[in-house]
């Protein structure tokens, strides 16, 4: 089956919005394993979407229009696709009643061209809007069904997941495709580009039906893999033999799997082990126990910690020597070791982890330049590991390196693949 | 000129990312004067991406298609754009020694398919990859300049301002589109809603040429206004008139202009009374530490603080009394006060904010439901006040709004405007 997504809305075109209904739409549907074969996006203009309406009319069988459904005149939607089905734009009855008693509920005036919102082409299948006032319809154009929802997130997830999930299952249906069953699995890779990777997998033995995706969500690479076929237990058995094999080629860099993000590996293994961590942040000011606490229920391994910000604080909070940030600077071995080591013994913690860079633009120096990081990690071993990194990039990606840099070196100090 | 936009990735077409790429480069056309047609997104096939480019090629002066330039084999926009205008794939010498010295110093070895990154079609015009391995390339189609960029969003912005402005503001000169001055301002609103806003804004006096636009970026509101004319001199004159009543229509409201965040906006206040601040966490982890370091020359004003998870951290760095905490709970206006007040003495800053709250999913009770948020701030006036907030929603949902929440409590405490 061949599915297009028409996006409509001059803010789309001008780039204030980004496409996130498009994103959704074809997310719902490679669920149901229908596959998006183009998302096109045009503005409020008739020529336009005409264009865009015909051009997707003839080379699909679906068709999802969404947008232009509003009560302003610059919706268009409605007049665009009963001109080009040669239909007459009439208004919905059922949807004008519960609009004017909705309206009337809440006092608001039906003025202008309010009742615009409630028309659709005559003789289309409409679908009832369960949390606003402009129906979903359905009409045919060449051969293609062609399903039209209002833009606001809200309406037209209400409308799909109500109505639509199910009438595009029965059209799947309708076109012979077989559903196959899908087992898949994604594995998150930390601190391995996407060459190496793929580089890492070649000759991988991947066998029938099963793919093999990269996605880089950086500063991570995501390397997904999929398996389909008719029987479930075969899919899955055949998505654990290539997993296991993908698991021993990546090794350690594969920090978790599926939604796992780094902070949530690193405080999993904590509670696994009924641990706990603190923290001790200068250039990230916070963000790494903002990761830590993103996961319900942090508070069983993460305790707290400090930013410290300021040289004073990194004596005040962490016992940090005023000599030895005189001597060695705040961006040192040396400081980020006492800084790891005096928040563990402050906070009484399992494990301590400290951060000092020059995230930039300014601060740098000749044998410090900006993106220069050290981290240290603090352990119930009694041992305090550091490492100096060095990134070049502006300041949001220093810290987001410095973040994700910081975690992994715990995570793998308590799994004990390094000393970090 | 006609512009259509061409983004390419099996991962867009199942929605497994957003397309931010199209939405950005959509967003400098426009603020280049120019409008975007069409964007089209299509997956990592031949037919589908051979039609999408002919398709574009044939209705559009120019063509920017973004992705598919990576090293793996479904990368295939060089292949794809090569076959279609006729010409050889092969390798860009200067790219090539760029990639195999970068890579040398990286110790990442130059293995299996890492070279089909720096290809480009034979004879076309190379823009160098500032950032990355692949190059940037244009070619001519049917009329139509096709400039191709690969999909790492810091890759294609890179190429984008470093080349292809330039570049494309000739073409749009050639192509004798005259360019209007545009005078502009966005207004950044919190705590307001989109309706209330545009309520207040009814009867405003914009005049000729100028435009009005809200965007909800949540948990704020931009209010954009947008003056075209082709002397410089009148339609900044007339956007000062607009923005004034957009001033004083929302009074307080607006925390911001054009690129400010709310925590720069705290920050440059700070600044220019040189004076500095603490932060003591507990809901919110580290996040508003973080948000306040974001900007560069943040240490002029930001000291530090203490993320206080545990309730043990709440009395060993704020000195809460365990009594209090036990009396009222951590969620507490008594506690949260303790908080700013012992973070503020101990860190001697101007100012200190703290927060204290329930994000959930977890940890709710009748009187004290998920959402609550508890909010305190300590003045260099000696006064501290506090609010208690209450949201619906998610974990995420409800961090974010303490971190903004928080925040603007600082600036309308500094700027006098209410007590919290």
């Known amino acids: 089956m061949h599915v297009e997504l028409l996006t409509i809305g001059d803010e789309l075109c001008r780039g204030e919005i980004v496409n996130t209904n498009g994103a959704w739409m074809a997310a719902k549907l490679w669920d149901?394993?229908?596959?998006?074969?183009?998302?096109?996006?045009?503005?409020?203009?008739?020529?336009?979407?005409?264009?865009?309406?015909?051009?997707?009319?003839?080379?699909?069988?679906?068709?999802?229009?969404?947008?232009?459904?509003?009560?302003?005149?610059?919706?268009?939607?409605?007049?665009?696709?009963?001109?080009?089905?040669?239909?007459?734009?009439?208004?919905?009855?059922?949807?004008?009643?519960?609009?004017?008693?909705?309206?009337?509920?809440?006092?608001?005036?039906?003025?202008?061209?309010?009742?615009?919102?409630?028309?659709?082409?005559e003789g289309s299948t409409v679908y009832e809007n369960p949390v606003g006032a402009a129906p979903s319809f359905e009409i045919c154009l060449d051969n293609a069904v062609v399903i039209c929802l209002p833009g606001p997130p809200r309406e037209m997830k209400s409308i799909f997941t109500t109505h639509l999930e199910a009438r595009i299952a029965q059209l799947r249906a309708a076109s012979g495709q077989e559903v196959e069953c899908v087992a898949k699995k994604i594995f998150r890779v930390f601190g391995k580009g996407e060459s190496v990777i793929a580089a890492a997998m070649e000759g991988l033995q991947l066998g029938q039906g099963a793919s093999l995706h990269y996605q880089v969500v950086f500063p991570e690479v995501l390397v997904k893999v999929v398996v389909r076929d008719k029987d479930e237990y075969l899919a899955r058995d055949q998505l654990d033999r290539v997993s296991k094999d993908v698991r021993i080629r990546l090794d350690g860099a594969i920090y978790g799997e599926d939604d796992t993000s780094m902070a949530q590996a690193v405080g999993d293994l904590l509670r696994q082990r009924g641990e706990t961590i603190a923290t001790a942040e200068s250039c990230t000011g916070g963000m790494i126990g903002g990761k830590l606490t993103d996961a319900p229920g942090s508070s069983e391994y993460y305790l707290g910690g400090a930013v410290t910000y300021s040289n004073a604080e990194k004596t005040?909070?962490?016992?940090?020597?005023?000599?030895?940030?005189?001597?060695?600077?705040?961006?040192?071995?040396?400081v980020v070791i006492a800084m790891a080591e005096g928040i563990r013994e402050r906070v009484g913690s399992s494990w301590a982890v400290s951060v000092s860079g020059i995230a930039g633009p300014g601060g740098g120096s000749d044998d410090r330049p900006v993106g220069t990081v050290w981290v240290a990690v603090a352990g119930p071993d009694g041992k305090t590991t550091s490492k100096k990194y060095s990134w070049p990039g502006d300041r949001d990606r220093v810290r987001l390196l410095a973040c994700n840099w910081a975690l992994n070196a715990v995570r793998r100090r308590i799994i004990e693949e390094e000393t970090i």
């Not at 865009?52 to 005149?73: E, F, I, Q």
């Not at 005040?316 to 040396?334: I, N």
């Open 32 to 121: 149901m394993q229908i596959s998006v074969d183009h998302i096109v996006t045009c503005g409020d203009l008739e020529p336009e979407m005409t264009a865009a309406l015909r051009n997707a009319a003839k080379r699909s069988d679906l068709v999802l229009v969404c947008g232009g459904l509003g009560p302003t005149v610059d919706d268009l939607t409605v007049d665009v696709v009963s001109k080009v089905a040669g239909l007459r734009a009439v208004e919905h009855k059922p949807s004008a009643k519960r609009m004017k008693v909705r309206f009337t509920e809440l006092g608001i005036p039906l003025i202008g061209d309010v009742m615009r919102q409630v028309r659709h082409p």
């Open 316 to 334: 005040r909070q962490c016992g940090v020597e005023e000599l030895v940030l005189e001597t060695h600077g705040a961006v040192s071995q040396e």
